[in-house]
């Protein structure tokens, strides 16, 4: 594997831009970290907070990189990428699919920055973890005449019908065992809502022709079982798209268990050189 620099001072920090303004909501912010300037534009990374819709910012990776510094999305960017973290409407501002125009909003507003920024639009990777894989895988799938190179997925919901039944009462979030994360998503229990939970849900929108992904997930994940991305990998590879799917033996929700994320952050970088051709 290719050998990843430390991040330095070349590596520029621009925070809070606004990239949508809904009506009725507050501004949609993220935040860019830029590497050095190169002799050709760098390929963009735009990352996706998890946080199961409900809460967390574009602040937010993986509590298993906590003791990082720089974090690593400052190490992504000393690797020579461009890279976007943005925050999108949580399920209790707005239903679905709110989060999905909106980051879709996001990639929109960064192509139309990209001279501005430095960084090369025809070259996009999207990475998420948990809800924000949700929103990367669906984003990727449903990318038609975009630029989207490949898509990194931890651990992110794929099938809502059937995350719904894999977790049970174990999932709800208030004494209603109707009351779940997906339930606030949808705005109405997903049993209740079966046309909208498949369109919410990546594995219904696999199609030939979409890009590659790279999934990890962590095999005891109480949370969004290892058999939901275990289904998604399957789908994609039969629908002939190329997809990489690493099990990761006992770790639980946010790499809980991992004693050293390193392997993982590094096979992520080595996805988005392939993928972006760097």
């Given at each position: 594997?290719?050998?990843?620099?430390?991040?330095?001072?070349?590596?520029?920090?621009?925070?809070?831009?606004?990239?949508?303004?809904?009506?009725?909501?507050?501004?949609?912010l993220?935040?860019?970290?830029?590497?050095?300037?190169?002799?050709?534009p760098?390929?963009?990374?735009?990352?996706?907070?998890?946080?199961?819709?409900?809460r967390?910012?574009?602040?937010?990776?993986?509590?298993?990189?906590?003791?990082?510094?720089?974090?690593?999305?400052?190490?992504?960017?000393?690797?020579?990428?461009?890279?976007?973290?943005v925050?999108?409407?949580?399920?209790?501002?707005?239903?679905?699919?709110?989060?999905?125009?909106?980051?879709?909003?996001?990639?929109?507003?960064?192509?139309?920055?990209?001279?501005?920024?430095?960084?090369?639009?025809?070259?996009?990777?999207?990475?998420?973890?948990?809800?924000?894989?949700?929103?990367?895988?669906?984003?990727?799938?449903?990318?038609?005449?975009?630029?989207?190179?490949?898509?990194?997925?931890?651990?992110?919901?794929?099938?809502?019908?059937?995350?719904?039944?894999?977790?049970?009462?174990?999932?709800?979030?208030?004494?209603?065992?109707?009351?779940?994360?997906?339930?606030?998503?949808?705005?109405?229990?997903?049993?209740?809502?079966?046309?909208?939970?498949?369109?919410?849900s990546?594995?219904?929108?696999?199609?030939?022709?979409?890009?590659?992904?790279?999934?990890?997930?962590?095999?005891?994940?109480?949370?969004?079982?290892?058999?939901?991305?275990?289904?998604?990998?399957?789908?994609?590879?039969?629908?002939?798209?190329?997809?990489?799917?690493?099990?990761?033996?006992?770790?639980?929700?946010?790499?809980?268990?991992?004693?050293?994320p390193?392997?993982?952050?590094?096979?992520?970088?080595?996805?988005?050189?392939?993928?972006?051709?760097?």
């Open positions: 594997m290719a050998h990843i620099p430390s991040p330095g001072d070349d590596v520029r920090f621009v925070g809070g831009l606004a990239y949508a303004a809904p009506i009725g909501f507050r501004p949609l993220l935040d860019l970290y830029l590497p050095a300037a190169g002799a050709d760098a390929p963009l990374v735009v990352f996706m907070h998890g946080g199961g819709w409900l967390g910012d574009r602040s937010m990776v993986s509590p298993a990189f906590a003791s990082w510094r720089p974090g690593p999305l400052a190490r992504l960017a000393a690797a020579g990428f461009a890279v976007a973290s925050d999108y409407r949580l399920s209790g501002e707005a239903r679905f699919p709110a989060q999905l125009e909106d980051v879709s909003a996001a990639v929109e507003w960064l192509t139309g920055q990209a001279e501005d920024y430095g960084f090369d639009p025809g070259r996009i990777v999207l990475w998420g973890e948990s809800a924000g894989a949700h929103l990367a895988a669906l984003l990727g799938l449903r990318s038609r005449g975009r630029p989207v190179r490949g898509v990194v997925d931890w651990y992110g919901p794929a099938d809502l019908a059937a995350l719904d039944g894999q977790v049970g009462a174990a999932g709800a979030l208030t004494d209603d065992p109707l009351d779940t994360r997906e339930a606030r998503l949808l705005g109405a229990p997903v049993a209740e809502a079966p046309e909208l939970a498949r369109a919410a990546p594995i219904s929108h696999v199609r030939a022709g979409a890009p590659p992904f790279l999934i990890a997930h962590g095999t005891a994940d109480r949370a969004v079982p290892f058999s939901q991305s275990e289904a998604l990998a399957a789908a994609l590879a039969e629908a002939g798209v190329g997809v990489s799917f690493e099990a990761v033996e006992g770790a639980g929700h946010m790499w809980v268990g991992v004693a050293d390193t392997p993982l952050f590094d096979a992520v970088v080595a996805f988005a050189r392939e993928v972006a051709g760097v």
